[in-house]
C-alpha cells in the first residue's frame, strides 16, 4: 500500500490556522490532501483541493507518481477556477509535498 504522507522532513511547516476559523462564505478555507487510487495493474494519485464551506472540489490532479505538479496542478486548478480573498487559509497535512523551500 503507497504511502501519501511522509511528515519527518526538515523542511518549514507553518502554522496551524484552522483551529477557531468561523466559516461563513465559500473560499475563507481550502483543504488538500493526496489519496491513492487502486487500479488493476497500478495505483494512482489524487490530489485535492476542497472548499471547506460548500464541500465541494474546486482542483484536482491525477498521477502516477507522487510529484510537484500532483499538489501544485491543484492548487492552479482551484485558482484559476474561483474567486481568491486575502483571507483565505490553504490547509493541508505537514507532508513533505507541501512543505516547499
Given amino acids: 500500500m503507497p504511502a501519501t504522507t511522509k ?18 462564505d465559500i473560499n475563507q478555507l481550502w483543504v488538500a ?5 487502486r487500479l488493476p495493474r497500478q495505483f494512482l494519485y489524487l490530489a485535492a483541493v476542497l472548499d471547506a464551506y460548500s464541500q ?21 486548478m482551484a485558482v484559476s477556477t474561483c474567486s481568491v480573498k486575502p483571507e ?6 505537514r507532508g513533505i509535498q507541501y512543505a516547499y523551500d
Wanted: include cysteine.
Fill in 88 to 93: 483565505l487559509v490553504h490547509h493541508f497535512d
Fill in 7 to 24: 511528515s519527518q522532513h526538515r523542511l518549514p511547516c507553518y502554522p496551524n490556522l484552522v483551529p477557531g476559523l468561523h466559516l461563513t
Fill in 56 to 76: 465541494r472540489v474546486i482542483g484536482w490532479v491525477l498521477e502516477e507518481h507522487i510529484v510537484v505538479r500532483l499538489t501544485l496542478g491543484a492548487l492552479q
Fill in 33 to 37: 490532501d493526496i489519496t491513492y487510487i
